[in-house]
Nanobody, 113 residues
Framework: AQVVESGGALVQPGGSLRLSCAASGYPLDTYAAGWFRQAPGKEREGALCISSSDGSTYYADAVKGRFTISRDDAQWKVLLDMRNLKPEDTAVYYC???????WGQGTQVIVSS
């Protein structure tokens, strides 16, 4: 059983991407998963986006207004829509299953012209 992220790519500044998080071997609890990231040469940041079971959503200030977390409950996926990407968004993006304590291997996002 593991968490799997996908969707990372090289994108130009101002572009958009959609990341996807799913679980292999079990149904991901989409109310208990969030996104984190780790930029090159830096430690993993605190929570980037979290969608909670009470309907509330948390966004770090750095991504507020540009990133949107959502759930595809039919496919047990957590999605991260990113727009107006900036070079400082370059990082490996990780999904975390808070219910089971699993981290995925990450998906690379590079924002560069």
């Amino acid at each position: 059983a593991q968490v799997v992220e996908s969707g990372g790519a090289l994108v130009q500044p101002g572009g958009s991407l959609r990341l996807s998080c799913a679980a292999s071997g079990y149904p991901l609890d989409t109310y208990a998963a969030g996104w984190f990231r780790q930029a090159p040469g830096k430690e993993r940041e605190g929570a980037l986006c979290i969608s909670s079971s009470d309907g509330s959503t948390y966004y770090a200030d750095a991504v507020k207004g540009r990133f949107t977390i959502s759930r595809d409950d039919a496919q047990w996926k957590v999605l991260l829509d990113m727009r107006n990407l900036k070079p400082e968004d370059t990082a490996v993006y990780y999904c975390y299953d808070d219910r089971r304590g699993y981290w995925g291997q990450g998906t690379q996002v590079i924002v560069s012209s």
